[in-house]
C-alpha cells in the first residue's frame, strides 16, 4: 500500500515540544526547526537534549547510508524505517559512522545489538562513549518502550515519574503525530552500570531494556503508492473486501486507510474528542486478539484494519473469514508475514523487497 520510502518529518520531546525536519528521500541535508517559535538547529550547535534523541537514531539501528555510485544522491540499505532514523541523524552531522569513529569524532563502540522483535515490537543496543560510560538505545512501538521507562531524559538532567504521568504526557502526543498519517516510534535510553571487562554476552536484553528514561518521539512518513488507491477500488468494484493489518499505531493505520480508500474518507473524522466512529471499522490487535472465535464469529462485520498487529493477529483474522466461508487472500513481504500466507487460500509475496521466508511460505511471488 505504501512506498517504503520513509522519511523523518516531525518529533516531539518533552518540554521541548514538536519540531520539523525537512528535506524528502535519502537527502542526508535538512533543516531541524521548532514549531513553537520557528528557531532553526544549526547542525554544528546541536543542544544536549537533541544530542541524546540523535545518538538513538544513529546507534540504535542496524541500517546504513551510502553514497550512489553515480551522482550526488545517497540510498539507504536495510529495514526502511531505520534508513528513515540514519538520515535523521547524518542530517544533525550525527550519522552512525561518524559516532563509531576515532578520527574527530565522540568515538562510540558498539557493545551489542538486541533484534527487533516482532512479539515485544522494539529493539536495543548497548554502546560505550569516548568516556567510558556504557549507554542502553531502546526504540520501538510507544507503549513497549514506556512500559520499560521510569521517567524522562531532557538533555543530561533526569526525571523519575510515574507510568501514568508518563502515559498522560506522551500518549496525546502520540495521537497529534499519528493523526497526521506519520508511523510513530519512541526512543528511550539509560546508563548501565558494569563490573569489570564487558563483552556482547554479559547482559540479557531484559537486563538492557529496564529502568529506561524516555526521550522523545519520532514521526515517520510513508507515502501511499500512487497506484494503491484506484487498486483498492478495483477490488471492491469486484466484490473482493479488503483488509489491512498493521504494525502501525491505530491512528496511523486510519489515516492511512483513509488515503488508499480502503476505509471511508471521513471515517473517524467530524467526532467530538475521544468518541470512536459509531460504524466500528477499526480495531485494535489487543481488542481483536482477546476475543474468542465465537465473539469475533458474532461481529456483524470483520474490522478493515486490525493495527498494532502481530503474526497471530494475521492469522487469527484469515482463520475467521475461512469460518465465514470466505476465500482469503494475503499479501506479505516479512518474515513475521509467513505464517499468513501459509494460512491464507492464496498467499502472495513481494519479489524484490520480500524476506525469504515468505517466498516460500507463498502460493505467488510477485516480481
Not at 516531539?12 to 531541524?32: A, C, N, Q, T
Amino acid at each position: 500500500l505504501t512506498q517504503s520510502k520513509m522519511v523523518l518529518t516531525r518529533f516531539w520531546m518533552p518540554k521541548k515540544g514538536f519540531y520539523s525536519i525537512s528535506g524528502l528521500g535519502f537527502d542526508i541535508k535538512g533543516e531541524v526547526k521548532s514549531e513553537s517559535d520557528e528557531s532553526t538547529i544549526p547542525s554544528n550547535d546541536i543542544p544536549p537534549y537533541l544530542k541524546q534523541l540523535a545518538y538513538n537514531a544513529a546507534l540504535c539501528n542496524m541500517s546504513e547510508i551510502r553514497k550512489d555510485k553515480e551522482g550526488d544522491g545517497y540510498h539507504g540499505i536495510g529495514d526502511p524505517t531505520e534508513v528513515a532514523l540514519q538520515v535523521f541523524a547524518y542530517k544533525l552531522d550525527m550519522g552512525k559512522p561518524k559516532l563509531l569513529s576515532t578520527k574527530g569524532g565522540p568515538g562510540w563502540t558498539l557493545i551489542s545489538e538486541y533484534p527487533f522483535d516482532s512479539s515485544i515490537k522494539r529493539m536495543s543496543v548497548l554502546c560505550k562513549n569516548s568516556e567510558g560510560e556504557h549507554i542502553g538505545f531502546l526504540k520501538g512501538a510507544t507503549e513497549r518502550v514506556l512500559e520499560r521507562c521510569v521517567g524522562i531524559k531532557t538533555g543530561d538532567s533526569v526525571e523519575y515519574i510515574s507510568q501514568e504521568q508518563l502515559n498522560s504526557m506522551v500518549l496525546p502526543q502520540v495521537n497529534e503525530l499519528a493523526r497526521g498519517g506519520l508511523r510513530v516510534l519512541s526512543l528511550a535510553s539509560r546508563s548501565v552500570k558494569v563490573n569489570g571487562k564487558v563483552t556482547a554476552e554479559t547482559f540479557a536484553r531484559e537486563d538492557i531494556e529496564q529502568d529506561m528514561f524516555f526521550l522523545g518521539l519520532v514521526g515517520i512518513y510513508d507515502p501511499p503508492r500512487v497506484e494503491s488507491k484506484d487498486a483498492v477500488i478495483e477490488c471492491h468494484q469486484a466484490g473482493i473486501t479488503v483488509h489491512m493489518l498493521t504494525g502501525d499505531h491505530i491512528a496511523t493505520a486510519t489515516a492511512i486507510a483513509r488515503e488508499v480508500a480502503i476505509l471511508p474518507s471521513d471515517y473517524g473524522l467530524n467526532l467530538p474528542p475521544g468518541k470512536p466512529d459509531p460504524r466500528a471499522l477499526v480495531m485494535s490487535a489487543q481488542n481483536f486478539d482477546r476475543l474468542t472465535d465465537a465473539q469475533v464469529d458474532a461481529l456483524e462485520n470483520l474490522p478493515l484494519v486490525v493495527a498494532r498487529c502481530s503474526p497471530d493477529t494475521k492469522a487469527k483474522m484469515i482463520e475467521a473469514l475461512h469460518r465465514r466461508k470466505k476465500i482469503a487472500g494475503m499479501t506479505g513481504d516479512g518474515v513475521n508475514d509467513s505464517p499468513s500466507l501459509k494460512e491464507a487460500d492464496i498467499g502472495i509475496a513481494m519479489g524484490q523487497a520480500g524476506s525469504d521466508v515468505a517466498k516460500q511460505a507463498a502460493d505467488i511471488v510477485l516480481v
